[in-house]
């Protein structure tokens, strides 16, 4: 079965560093991208950036540039984000998403839910 | 960069009926990257329908996409309780990967 496991809730406070992570299972994972979504309270879905596990190609959406990193080890099979320095506004639900290159985001993580707050 | 509208911005329906939801963009796409999803709260979005008109796997035939240029539909026939959730849009060519803003289908 084609799986993307994410890490548990986190709780944070503003100022703090983060990498939360995304575990592929079930199919080749080298072979598809794994793109980052974010959802804050209430809102809706967000594309924050893809990379391409193979080569680690990243690609991130303008608006999210430098606000956190995506990273992956391939040879552990699992894609992470992460922040130097949270702040209140990053709270919010993080999915991870399977991308076939051209195609749609076929499987989704079940999410990590981040809380940053004092 | 291309902006996904979506409309209307909340739809409320009985079951049995049929649901047309809108996706217009600012700028014509490709068919081939356009696709819908739906979401539920507690769970991660589904694929429904990818490359505008093709249904994911295990999508029951009640979902249908179609559409080209710069408008794209999803139509939902038969409603049933559990269609009840928010429906997004989604380009994903060019590297950019781009939402529409959701339609939240209730099911009176």
């Known amino acids: 079965e084609v799986q993307l496991v994410q890490s548990r809730a986190e709780v944070k406070k503003p100022g703090e560093s983060l990498k939360i992570s995304c575990k592929g299972s079930g199919y080749s994972f080298t072979s598809y991208w794994i793109a980052w979504v974010r959802q804050m309270p209430g809102k809706g879905l967000e594309w924050m950036g893809v990379i391409y596990p193979g080569d680690s190609e990243t690609r991130y959406s303008p608006s999210f540039q430098g606000q956190a990193t995506i990273s992956v080890d391939k040879s552990i099979s699992v894609a992470y984000l992460q922040w130097s320095s949270l702040k209140a506004s990053d709270t919010a639900m993080y999915y991870c998403a399977r991308h076939p290159g051209g195609d749609a985001f076929d499987v989704w993580g079940q999410g990590t839910m981040v809380t940053v707050s004092s | ?108």
């Open chain 2, 1 to 108: 960069e291309i902006v996904l509208t979506q409309s209307p911005g909340t739809l409320s329906l009985s079951p049995g009926e049929r649901a047309t939801l809108s996706c217009r963009a600012s700028q014509s796409v490709s068919s081939s990257y356009l696709g819908w999803y739906q979401h539920k709260p507690g769970q991660p979005p589904r694929l429904l329908i990818y490359a505008a008109s093709g249904r994911a796997t295990g999508i029951p035939d009640r979902f249908s996409g179609s559409g080209s240029g710069t408008d794209f539909t999803l139509t939902i026939s038969r409603l049933e309780p559990e269609d009840s959730a928010v429906y997004y849009c989604q380009f994903y060519g060019s590297s950019s990967y781009t939402f529409g803003q959701g339609t939240k289908l209730e099911i009176k």
